[in-house]
């Protein structure tokens, strides 16, 4: 059967090992993926509020609330603290320093990665990939390489709608001699794609279960990235707006309802209570309609025609009331229903905005237009931009996965190192993000100098009460791996020192105000004084 896609350094058949217990239990690796029983299909049904019943609905709905104005401005809050690019465009780093590996296996590595974000284009979309994956909550990649070369890596990338694509997981069973029961004999994954799926039909191969119209493809052909988000069932995939749903329904609702308030309560309208005497209900009756046909005739002249045509008004709630008004000393009289005296009243709009934003994780001041930026120190900084920052932090951190699943089929197709080494690699091998704020610089800087100040009120006690290795453990908050490396680097500036003291001994001593002159060699040609000026001013 031919498929689309390609494997790497897989075997065909993956069986569970024979010195592994059997288990009945099927695997729930929390990826979004389904779970189905060999030679079946399944179907999936989701409903939240009673208004989305598929994945389809569900990405739908995410994007139609990426483009409400108040969701539309924290998803930039959140996508320009997240993916922050320099002068040069560079946004994220790959950092290796940690890997204990030679420095040519490091360098390759870097260069590849390198080259994975050409691919991506990242420099230029990184922005617009982060809010593709922020958004819809999954993010799905093809990988195309040349199947005659594989050893030239991967060729391009090619972003699939998650719309039209889908993780399936089968598992196959076989019964247990011993036991008479169904045991896990292996277990397939792989996506089926569909170009369908965007019309959400009955016929949709995603929904029924029916494949015949859709491909699949290899686990190795897609790099699939979720939002770590699930529902209760651990089924379905959400997205980081899915908890922004119900406020933001609410803030529509009371926006609509205040402006439709504010429409019907503006308008100052007239009563007017007609003295109809002792005239019998018909005849008042008649007597009040006259009186309104009346008076709500109105002159209006045509443009079209230029003739003057008479243009009767009909009587609305809101316009005037006519009320029939019998004897006993009242007369006919016109009052006024004042407006509305609280239309200006906004306390339930700014409540539910102020909702909205904190079901994004984003700070509430941010809402204020006015508010200043303020650059102090650490401790002028809100508890919530902390905890934002710390957010960000954490979709860094799952953002991060792609570039891992993307530099793991590239090392492995160029012969840098095989998958399961890269499943090692990767623990040493972290992404740096560049920061758009100074706030991560000025707590460092912030807590460095108190440290120092604390360093120096227990300097004089260090060697009669205090040790140093406490004190660098306890005062300066130093690892294992910092002291090692300050007492290696220490032990390199002292001999560079003691080399340069040894090449200055030789030298005459000079006068005050004058260079200092090597020795030379008297055997050797005299050098000229310039060139001994410019050693020694380099040895300086």
Not at 195 to 205: H, Q, R
Not at 261 to 270: G, H, K, T, V
Not at 450 to 460: F, Y
Not at 518 to 535: H, S, V
Request: include cysteine; aromatic fraction near 8%; proline fraction near 4%.
């Amino acid at each position: 059967m031919n498929i689309f896609g390609f494997e790497i350094l897989r075997k065909k058949e993956e069986t569970l090992d024979a010195s592994v217990t059997p288990t009945v239990v099927s695997p729930q690796i929390e990826d979004g993926a389904i779970n189905i029983s060999a030679g079946s299909h399944y179907g999936i049904y989701v409903d939240i509020d009673g208004s989305y019943r598929s994945e389809v609905d569900l990405v739908t709905k995410y994007r139609t609330m990426a483009m409400q104005p108040e969701v539309e401005q924290a998803i930039e809050d959140i996508v320009n603290e997240s993916v922050v690019h320099d002068e040069e465009g560079n946004s994220v780093k790959i950092m290796v320093d940690d890997l204990e590996q030679p420095q040519s296996i490091k360098d390759k590595i870097t260069e590849e990665f390198k080259h994975v974000m050409k691919l991506l284009d990242f420099n230029n979309n990184g922005g617009d990939i982060f809010r593709r994956w922020y958004v819809d909550g999954r993010l799905y990649f093809n990988v195309i390489i040349d199947p005659n070369n594989p050893r030239a890596g991967i060729q391009s990338l090619i972003n699939i709608d998650p719309r039209r694509i889908r993780k399936v997981r089968n598992v196959k069973k076989k019964k247990d001699k011993a036991t008479q029961t169904e045991v896990i004999d292996n277990v397939e994954e792989y996506f089926i794609y569909n170009e369908k799926t965007l019309n959400n039909t009955v016929s949709n191969p995603i929904l029924t279960g029916n494949y015949s119209g859709g491909t699949k493809l290899t686990n190795d052909s897609v790099v699939y990235l979720t939002s770590g988000l699930y529902d209760p069932a651990r089924s379905t995939v959400l997205s980081y707006l899915h908890k922004a749903i119900r406020p933001m329904n609410q803030l529509r609702f009371v926006e609509d309802a205040i402006v439709i308030y504010r429409l019907s309560r503006a308008p100052e309208r007239r009563v007017f209570y007609v003295d109809v005497g002792n005239m019998p209900k018909m005849k008042a009756e008649q007597y009040l309609r006259d009186l309104m046909v009346k008076y709500r005739n109105k002159l209006v002249y045509d443009s079209t025609t230029g003739e003057i045509r008479d243009d009767r008004r009909q009587l609305s709630m809101l316009e005037d009331f006519w009320m029939p008004r019998r004897g006993e000393g009242k007369s006919t009289e016109i009052t006024t229903l004042p407006s509305g005296q609280n239309l200006g009243e906004l306390s339930d709009v700014n409540y539910f905005e102020r909702k909205l934003y904190k079901s994004l994780n984003v700070p509430i001041s941010r809402l204020e237009a006015q508010q200043g930026f303020t650059l102090g120190r650490s401790n002028e900084i809100t508890r919530d931009e902390l905890k934002f920052m710390r957010f960000i932090e954490k979709l860094r951190a799952r953002f991060s996965i792609m570039f891992d699943e993307l530099m793991a089929r590239q090392l492995s197709l160029k012969g840098v190192c095989t998958l399961e080494e890269w499943q090692e690699f990767k623990q040493s091998v972290h992404y740096d993000f560049l920061k758009d704020n100074n706030f991560a610089e000025l707590k460092e800087a912030e807590l460095l100098q108190n440290r120092v100040a604390l360093l120096n009120v227990v300097d004089p006690y260090v060697g009669n009460y205090f040790s140093k290795a406490w004190v660098r453990k306890n005062v300066l908050n130093l690892t294992e791996d910092d002291i090692k490396l300050m007492d290696e680097q220490m032990a390199e500036e002292a001999a560079n020192q003691e080399e340069v003291s040894t090449d200055l001994e030789g030298a005459p001593s000079a006068a005050p105000g004058e260079m200092p002159q090597l020795a030379t060699n008297p055997t050797e040609d005299e050098e000229d004084p310039d060139d001994i000026n410019k050693k020694v001013k380099e040895l300086f």
